[in-house]
């Protein structure tokens, strides 16, 4: 049999996508590696900011929504293809929905493919008690019944996450964190630290 040799692995670049509910501290998170590792930061929080001027989620229309995401996906697509290590944060809430949040384009794919690159994808849960949401909410100026009603919706629809994430493109591991307090915030960057190979504490 004859020697098989395997193209060395030239380059490697990480989606790390921050997924939760709402106020689960899915920005702070995608802040401290945008800061500490030049992660390049998308998320929905900041798009709807730039386009929406800000408009509250509870006024968000279909319409709304569809364009946040579209530019949301744009966006990774654009840094990933630039050869950035993104961070994404926004708040898919069935399994299907976060295949699309972990989705990697064609054309990227080719990229990967000339110059014996690899992504690793890592899809990060952040699971944070219904009462901290809700004190983070108000916080936030989020209360009323609006912002219950849409906690409603949302649990609702929520489907628990498996510890891995199947698509077209691999295999995606699940990483859930505990988020309740600052001890937490600091074991969940921690175990990122190690599994990134970048210092964020």
């Known amino acids: 049999m004859g020697l098989i040799i395997v193209p060395e692995i030239r ?93 990697v384009s064609p054309l990227f794919k080719e990229y990967l493919h000339e110059r014996n690159g690899r992504l690793m994808r890592y899809l990060v849960v952040l699971d944070t008690r219904m009462e901290e949401l809700a004190r983070r909410n108000e916080q936030r100026g989020r209360t009323g019944e609006a912002s219950y009603n849409m906690l409603k919706w949302l649990k609702g629809r929520w489907e628990e996450p498996p510890a891995v994430i199947a698509d077209d493109s691999g295999e995606v591991p699940v990483l859930r964190y505990e988020n309740n307090t600052p001890r937490d915030q600091q074991l969940v960057l921690k175990d990122l630290e190690t599994r990134l190979g970048v210092t964020l504490l």
């Open 11 to 103: 380059e490697v670049l990480y989606h790390v996508a921050l997924t939760g509910y709402p106020s689960c501290g899915k920005s702070e998170i995608g802040n401290v590696l945008s800061r500490r590792a030049g992660y390049r930061h998308v998320s929905t929080d900041m798009i709807r900011d730039e386009l929406l001027g800000g408009k509250s989620v509870f006024e968000l229309t279909k319409e709304d929504w569809d364009l946040l995401f579209s530019e949301f996906q744009t966006r990774k697509h654009l840094y990933l293809h630039d050869g950035k290590n993104v961070a994404t944060d926004n708040c898919p809430l069935t399994n299907d929905e976060r295949r699309v949040t972990m989705h």
